[in-house]
């Protein structure tokens, strides 16, 4: 049964090893879902940056970029061709003001989630704070009102139920990360665990 749904395409370039393609999207949260509105929702940078904190308005004010990117889970299924909007990463740097000591950033989620990433892979091609998928707002399941979109790494990397960035002077693992998840995740190179 499961073979309907997850598909081996071993020829396909967009597949890295070991995945199997979906066309369903899983919901993959370790804990309960929060309940996050619009209207409640902050998201706050802070660390070595210039503390700001971000309300809904306030993130719409800045520029909008669609996307569509494949969407890969460390436990081995892939969504290939998702569509989101929002704003892309290097365009929401320039409403901040960084210190130049800082070289990595960690995701905090409202629920306690934390993930880490270099700067250099937070400020990658395609990575977003995105607030729609396929066109609607994104499911509450799915990391709704707010997620973050990590699309050349593992998709562990794409906080859902975004609360925060901090901005630091070195790498400090997030949740998974400090439960055997590997540091950085690039799934072309199967950096699954460490
Ligand atoms: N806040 C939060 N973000 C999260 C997670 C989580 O448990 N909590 N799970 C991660 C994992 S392991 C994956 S594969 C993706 C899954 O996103 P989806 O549920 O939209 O498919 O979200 C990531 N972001
Ligand atoms: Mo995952």
Known sequence: MLGKFFRKEPEN??????QSVTDGFPVLTYGPTPRMSK??????????AEEKVFRWDDLLA????????????VTHWSKLDVSWTGILCTDFMK??????????????????YTTNLALDDFLAEGCMLAY?????DIPLEHG??????IPHLYAWKSAKWLSGIEFMSSDRPGFWERNGYHMRGDPWKEERYS
């Open 62 to 73: 800045l520029p909008a970029t669609n996307i569509s990117k494949d969407f890969h889970c």
């Open 39 to 48: 209207d409640e929702l902050e998201l706050r940078v802070f660390g070595l």
């Open 95 to 112: 409403a901040l003001k960084i210190q130049p000591e800082a070289s990595h950033i960690m995701f905090h989620c409202y629920g306690g």
């Open 144 to 149: 709704g009102p707010l997620r973050s979109l």
């Open 13 to 18: 370039p967009k597949v890295p090893a070991g």
């Open 132 to 136: 729609s998928l396929e066109g609607q």
